[in-house]
């Protein structure tokens, strides 16, 4: 039983995308979606060739993107940044002039990281459903932790952001913890919304989103690390990613409303280290 309508117009929909119709109407389905949404398909597989709805919304690159080299920090997915700034007072921003309290959005797990995220800066990334839906890891990390919030599925396009006020924190989401080559802290969140039946991930196929729980649940891990590109997984239709880090350990040199793309260089990873680290 869902516990939001929007969770169950979700997983409704999430039925419908995955279902495998015969192959003539699947394929009027999947030109119509490109046709509608204007997908460019120029780094991926002919649209007739997925077999479902949702096989073409979490489509797989074919042409390798360029994955800048050293201290740059690319961007992890392909899709909009609609806020970008410094962490102060532990708020951060989901639009212009509406902000939220970064402890509540991370859960009661990271509470004693908020403190490190001070004067850090942070990025929120905004998926629509024509842009490619997998996400990337920014630079080299570790990650030591992930922990599943559920939650509503509200919409996460411009519109709702401006009407409902702690959005993020309303929605269903996964927050990764990870720490770059300097050992500083980088939170990665994964925010559900309307229409994402599924946020899967590589690294492990245990993490189930959008489901009958009720509560949080939280893994650690030991030696998973990933390199700046590595996939690391993927929405069921559009959504946001928004990025965390810790003071001194990032830049970020884009701009509000900047269209993105997946590899794209958006900001530097600072070298600079505490006397604990050397």
């Not at 806020?83 to 009661?108: H, N, R, T, W």
């Not at 039946?197 to 009720?214: C, L, P, V, Y």
Request: glycine fraction near 6%; aromatic fraction near 12%; hydrophobic fraction near 40%.
């Amino acid at each position: 039983m869902c516990r939001f309508i929007t969770s169950c117009m979700s997983v409704a929909f999430g039925k419908f995308a995955s279902a495998k119709f015969p192959k003539k109407i699947q394929n009027i389905i999947n030109k119509s979606y490109v046709f509608l949404m204007r997908l460019d398909m120029s780094s991926f597989r002919k649209p007739t060739t997925y077999s479902t709805l949702n096989a073409l919304f979490t489509r797989e690159l074919v042409v390798t993107r360029d994955i800048k080299p050293e201290d740059s920090f690319i961007s992890p997915v392909d899709g909009l940044i609609t806020e970008v700034g410094a962490i102060s007072d532990g708020k951060s921003y989901q639009i212009k002039d509406m902000s939220y309290d970064i402890e509540s959005l991370l859960g009661i797990q990271y509470s004693g990281a908020i403190s490190d995220l001070e004067d850090g800066y942070f990025a929120n990334f905004y998926l629509s459903p024509r842009d490619y839906h997998r996400y990337h890891a920014p630079c080299d990390i570790a990650i030591k932790s992930i922990t599943h919030i559920p939650g509503k599925l509200y919409p996460v396009n411009f519109t709702f952001l401006k009407l409902i006020k702690g959005l993020f924190i309303q929605n269903e989401r996964v927050i990764i913890e990870a720490e770059n080559l300097y050992r500083k802290k980088i939170f990665i969140v994964l925010v559900g919304a309307l229409n994402v039946g599924k946020m899967h991930f590589e690294f492990d196929k245990n993490i189930q989103t959008n489901a009958s729980t009720t509560s949080p649940s939280y893994i650690a891990y030991e030696n998973l690390e990933l390199k700046k590109g590595d996939l690391m997984g993927w929405f069921e239709m559009g959504s946001t990613l928004l990025i965390f880090g810790e003071k001194d350990s990032l830049e970020f040199d884009v701009g509000i409303n900047t269209k993105v793309s997946f590899g794209q260089k958006i900001g530097n990873i600072l070298q600079v280290t505490s006397e604990d680290d050397r």
